[in-house]
C-alpha cells in the first residue's frame, strides 16, 4: 500500500502563491504557476473548476481569494484536504481512545474493584501528521489546544 500522504494543499498553495508574489522575473513567476500546477494534478484538484481556473488564468488575486475562502470556511475545503483532516482525526480519536484504556487498566488501580473511568482529556497528537494539520482542526473548532502539546476534542 503506498504511504498516506498527510499534507494539505491549503499550506503548500499558499506558499507557492506567495513565492509566484516575491518572484523577481518572469521566468521565475512561470515556474512558480507550473508548480502551482502539478501541485493540483498531484491532489487531484486540477479537475475542479473553481481550483483550477485561478492557476490556469494565472490570476495570483482570485487564487489569495480562494485561499482566503478556505481558511474563513466561506469556501468547503478542497477534497483532498478535507480527507487528511477526516484521517487525521480518526487517528486522534484512536490514540485517545488507547491512550484511555491504558490508563483505566493500569495496574495501579485495584484489581478487585470495578475500576474507574479514566480522566484523560487530551494526548499528544499523532506525528505522522505535521502540525499545520493540527492547526488546521484547531481553526476549525473540532480540536481545542489544552497547552504544552496536548489536544483536546473540542465536543468535551
Known sequence: MAELENWLLLNRMR???GRIAAAGDEAEAEAGWRALERLLEQAGADEKEEIALPVLDQSLADVHALLDGWESGTVALAE???AVLKRAMKAYRKRLKLV???DESSASRNPLSRGDESTIL???PPQQYPQEVWDCLVAQGR?????????ELATI
Do not use: H, K, N, P
Not at 480540536?143 to 489536544?151: E, K, N, P, T, W
Open 15 to 17: 506558499e507557492l502563491a
Open 80 to 82: 483532498w484536504d478535507r
Open 100 to 102: 484511555r484504556l491504558d
Open 122 to 124: 487530551g494526548v499528544r
Open 143 to 151: 480540536l481545542r489546544d489544552a497547552g504544552g502539546g496536548l489536544l
